[in-house]
């Protein structure tokens, strides 16, 4: 079956659309509820006049829904950008190791500097760029790169996670058992520095990553088809592969690993609007950090006031819905 | 000297060897032969036992057992929650002296078929609590006397303190109980807690006890920071190890405390672990040390382990 071009245009402009109004209407959502109950119409006022409140919305509320959103969207646009790049619709940054490499860099960061939160996402994205020249020198030129990537990227993954498992079990109680925050992930720590500190690499990895989509689109057809249509693959991979690395290491240090955004948000655009990537990239931008500032939502409000780790509530949902659209056989998208 | 006299050591010496019986927290009925080596899992048992002279019989310790500092030198078995029956054999101990929640639970049963005689020493984190403490290690290792001695200390430091806490005034403080473990995360202890429940002895409220719309915090939990806010303490209260890196500045940054009445006045009283949650002989003192830090204070206090000063 193949859609008329045309309606398939409009469909994806209508669905951009769309996700573009999804976004404002969750970091609103986001920022009008919170276990510090102030009722969402009287918020205005509340920050107008300074009252009882006003410093809750602005140092705790904001800067996590906005970190939310930045972390969600750098997730689903470099697990777009992966899956593109490698040809397999499971790559993903959890999966290939990258986000483990960069919990790994961070915890090992954390064993040597306790008190020094600040070196945390930087720590995380040489953690990832490391993973990332391991394994792209392990892969090698053989047949396949991107079946081989992937697996060697689960291997390296659960090397990892024995290690910081490991650095885990010598630093010991109690630094040992707050380690689990990498691989659940968490947006509790939200503040405008955590913000500052993650925006920079975020935004940057973010823009420049949408800016080969083109070169992404030639890759579709082929290695050899996209030479000849003037695209330098080796090249056009190392950038691609070194800009996700450090969005990944950005969003992982800020927030731990938050699951299946990477995988799920992709796919699901992939399977409502085509392949194309100038229309996959920025949708997965927005529609997963739309996503995220929601699911964190949940992982604040639910329990109140006790707090979710957010990856845990990603994974419930993500992991079961992924599982059925799998195994009903339409994972080409 | 008439030589019917030296039979009067030896019967002694037999009486102080006979066994020893004691109930345990779990209600059984242990028969302790011999006090020679002793392994003593939780800070507190090992520190009344210090009280009791018997530090030298000590022959292994939990990783939370530092008091009396002499204890780091000997073999650390682990920590109290993740034993392992070898380890503790490799020390060949007559006594396992150990908290309730010790275990896992296998691991107490494998030294008990193992010929050990192992007590489970009752913890609760009561001044009631404390006193069946004192008097259970006192019978394991048959030294009721002793025992006795430390009750009445204890005693006389929680009347000292009654006598503080009834003449106060006005609204108790709210204080909100941390325990350090994640930049990311202000993880928080309800008063049943045992850290948290000496903030209550001492004469304070937790502040998190009840909270608008969310009810009262059962155990310990993930805060969240607009939570943290919502309970208002006016003074935060955290232990500290003795064997790692503390600093006030990192307990400012967790999430929500900056926005807090504590935050802003920088009232943080920091206390060392087993002082603060240990409910060993000087939870009374402590108690009073913690009111006075809480309500004659101001800023950022640290309280040591009168025993431990590092």
Redesign the interface.
């Given at each position: 079956m193949t859609p008329d071009p045309r309606q398939f245009q409009r469909r994806r402009q209508g669905l951009l659309l769309a996700l573009a109004l999804l976004l404002p209407a969750s970091l609103l959502l986001g920022a009008a509820s919170?276990?510090?109950?102030i009722p969402p119409l009287e918020i205005p006022r509340v920050l107008q006049q300074g009252l009882e409140g006003a410093?809750?919305l602005l140092?705790?509320?904001f800067p996590?829904v906005l970190l939310a959103a930045l972390v969600g969207g750098t997730l689903a646009l470099s697990g777009a950008v992966l899956q593109g790049l490698l040809r397999t619709p499971l790559a993903e940054p959890g999966l290939v190791g990258l986000g483990l490499g960069a919990a790994f860099g961070a915890v090992l960061w954390l064993a040597f500097f306790?008190?020094a939160?600040w070196g945390l996402p930087l720590a995380a994205a040489l953690g990832v760029l490391g993973v990332l020249g391991l394994l792209l020198r392990l892969v090698g030129e053989g047949e396949q790169p991107g079946v081989r990537l992937l697996l060697m990227g689960l291997l390296l993954g659960s090397v990892l996670s024995a290690l910081i498992g490991f650095l885990q079990f010598r630093v010991?109680?109690?630094?040992g058992?707050?380690l689990t925050?990498w691989t659940l992930g968490?947006l509790?720590?939200?503040?405008w520095e955590l913000l500052a500190l993650t925006a920079p690499l975020a935004l940057l990895s973010g823009v420049l990553l949408l800016g080969q989509s083109r070169a992404l689109n030639a890759l579709t057809l082929g290695e050899e088809e996209a030479f000849h249509l003037g695209i330098s693959v080796g090249a056009l991979r190392w950038r691609a592969l070194l800009l996700v690395a450090l969005g990944v290491g950005a969003a992982v240090g800020a927030a731990g690993n938050i699951a299946f955004v990477g995988l799920l948000v992709p796919w699901l655009l992939r399977a409502l609007g085509g392949a194309d990537h100038r229309f996959v990239l920025p949708a997965a931008w927005l529609l997963g950090a739309s996503l995220t500032v929601l699911a964190d939502l949940a992982a604040?409000t639910l329990f109140?006031?006790?707090?979710l780790p957010v990856g845990l509530l990603t994974t419930l949902v993500g992991g079961p819905l992924f599982l059925y659209l799998f195994a009903r056989g339409g994972w080409r998208g | 000297m008439r030589p019917w006299l030296f039979v009067i050591p030896v019967l002694l010496s037999l009486a102080a060897a006979q066994p020893f019986r004691v109930t345990d927290a779990t209600g059984r009925e242990v028969e302790v032969r011999s006090t020679e080596r002793i392994v003593s899992v939780g800070g507190s048992i090992s520190e009344i036992l210090d009280k009791f002279g018997l530090s030298e019989r000590i022959v292994g310790r939990d990783t939370g057992s530092y008091i009396p500092a002499s204890l780091l030198k000997k073999p650390d078995v682990g920590l109290f929650f993740r034993l392992n029956a070898e380890a503790i054999l490799a020390q060949r101990p007559t006594l396992v002296l150990t908290v309730s929640e010790a275990g896992p639970p296998p691991v107490l049963a494998q030294l008990r078929q193992a010929g050990v005689s192992v007590v489970l020493v009752p913890d609760e984190p009561t001044p009631e609590g404390v006193k069946k403490k004192i008097r259970t290690i006192g019978a394991a290792v048959g030294q009721p006397a002793r025992a006795e001695e430390l009750v009445r200390a204890l005693e006389r430091d929680l009347l000292a303190l009654r006598s503080k806490t009834q003449v106060r005034r006005g609204e108790p403080l709210r204080v909100l109980y941390i325990y350090p473990r994640d930049p990311r995360n202000t993880f928080v202890c309800g008063e049943e807690a045992s850290g948290a429940g000496l903030i209550t002895l001492a004469g304070a409220l937790n502040a998190v006890k009840s909270l608008p719309g969310a009810g009262a915090v059962r155990g310990c939990v993930n805060l969240t920071a607009e939570a943290v806010v919502a309970a208002r303490p006016e003074a935060i209260v955290v232990p500290f190890f003795p064997d790692q890196p503390f600093s006030f500045e990192n307990i400012l940054r967790l999430p929500g405390v900056a926005e807090t009445p504590a935050g802003r006045n920088r009232r943080i009283v920091a206390m060392d672990v087993t002082y603060i949650s240990g409910y060993g002989y000087t939870a009374g003192r402590a108690a009073l040390e913690l009111h006075q830090a809480l309500y004659e204070k101001t800023g950022p206090v640290r309280l040591n382990h009168p025993a431990f000063n590092p």
């Open positions: 919170g276990a510090y109950y410093s809750v140092n705790l509320r996590r306790p008190l939160a010991g109680d109690p630094q058992r707050s925050f968490s509790g720590g939200a503040s604040r109140a006031p006790a707090e | -």
